[in-house]
């Protein structure tokens, strides 16, 4: 049945011939025959070019299979990850009706994770016509990642910052990092964990813990101490289409003010606490969010202080990428 498969042509009559916008209509065509349970689908397009008119006519020649249903899907290659990692990742399961469209965004799901450098999906017919097993075959690459760097500011002099992250803790999809950073007139720690699995559904949450110290002495005559925490939560609406909430709790004292301070600062004195809440929407429609070379990314938060604390404010953050190649 191609009723209404002419909507998902990337192409109009009148159109300029475009050979890019025909494999786009191809891919689209594909897509939709996936959605409706067609495996093994091949289109191919016919060129009938008029010379002397300069026109041409393209149909779409498609060769349709059997319905096919999911056997078994086979993971190969994953030494240190999880199975689990990467079956959570597919929106198609066992026993389903193949769908190319689904394992197309599984695989961009599992690219998405970047602890991977190769990921290939194949397709593999099994004795019994009606039945396919998916195999998946995956290169892992390292996920940890270790940066110390030296350098020296003319405001807080010579510096050192170290950190490890690692993307993929213990092979079970978690991230954790540690920062430190100390110069001759600042110390600032950052340590965070996230769990993209909370309670075993598609819940991200996560814990920042962050404290820093400055000496503002030289120019203001006083010091400051920051220190506090964040507690993240996030889900999924759609792949492309998610959001985070958090809570942010601080605590800022200014301290150690010499009498020859300003008098704003020695007002200043004492510590006092701030206390947020905040959203953020996203919707990704890139093809790969680790290496994107066509779609878009919006992203839209917001931040409120107030509920308890000492601070009072309302902060907004707009982002917009667009991807495209040339």
């Known amino acids: ?18 050979a890019a916008k025909v494999e786009k209509s191809i891919y689209a ?44 899907i086979n993971i190969n290659g994953n030494s240190r990850t999880y199975d689990e990692v990467i079956r959570r990742e597919f929106r198609i399961s066992e026993g389903d009706a193949f769908n190319a469209a689904k394992i197309r965004a599984s695989r961009r799901n599992i690219e998405n994770l970047n602890y991977f450098s190769k990921v290939d999906i194949e397709t593999q017919p099994t004795s019994d016509d009606n039945k396919a097993d998916i195999n998946v075959n995956v290169t892992e690459k390292s996920t940890g990642y270790f940066n110390v760097g030296l350098g020296y500011s003319t405001v807080n002099g010579a510096l050192v910052r170290t950190g490890v992250t690692e993307n993929n803790f213990m092979g079970k999809g978690q991230q954790l990092g540690f920062d430190l950073g100390i110069s001759e007139r ?43 925490g964040r507690l993240r939560l996030g889900w999924k609406y759609t792949d492309d289409f998610y959001q985070s909430v958090r809570y942010t709790l601080r605590q800022d004292e200014i301290k150690n003010v010499h009498p020859s301070a300003s008098v704003y600062i020695q007002e200043e004195e004492g510590k006092y ?52 190649t040339f």
Do not use: H
């Open 29 to 72: 065509l594909t897509e939709e025959l996936g959605k409706r349970g067609y495996a093994f689908v091949e289109v191919e397009p016919e060129l009938d070019r008029n010379m002397q008119t300069g026109e041409m006519t393209i149909n779409f020649r498609i060769k349709e299979g059997a319905r096919v249903f999911i056997n078994r």
């Open 273 to 324: 606490v701030g206390s947020s809440v905040g959203q953020t929407l996203y919707y990704d429609k890139r093809d790969n969010a680790v290496d994107p070379k066509e779609g878009y990314f919006l992203s839209f938060g917001n931040d409120v202080a107030g509920l308890g604390g000492d601070e009072k404010y309302l902060k907004f953050d707009v982002k917009a990428y667009w991807y495209d």
């Open 186 to 228: 600042s110390q600032d720690y950052n340590i965070n964990f996230t769990e993209p699995y909370f309670l075993n559904r598609p819940l991200s949450a996560g814990v920042d813990l962050f404290k820093n110290e400055t000496d503002y002495q030289d120019e203001a005559s006083y010091d400051e101490d920051t220190m506090g």
């Open 1 to 18: 049945n191609t009723a209404g498969l002419a909507d998902d042509l990337d192409i109009e009559a009148g159109d300029w011939y475009n």
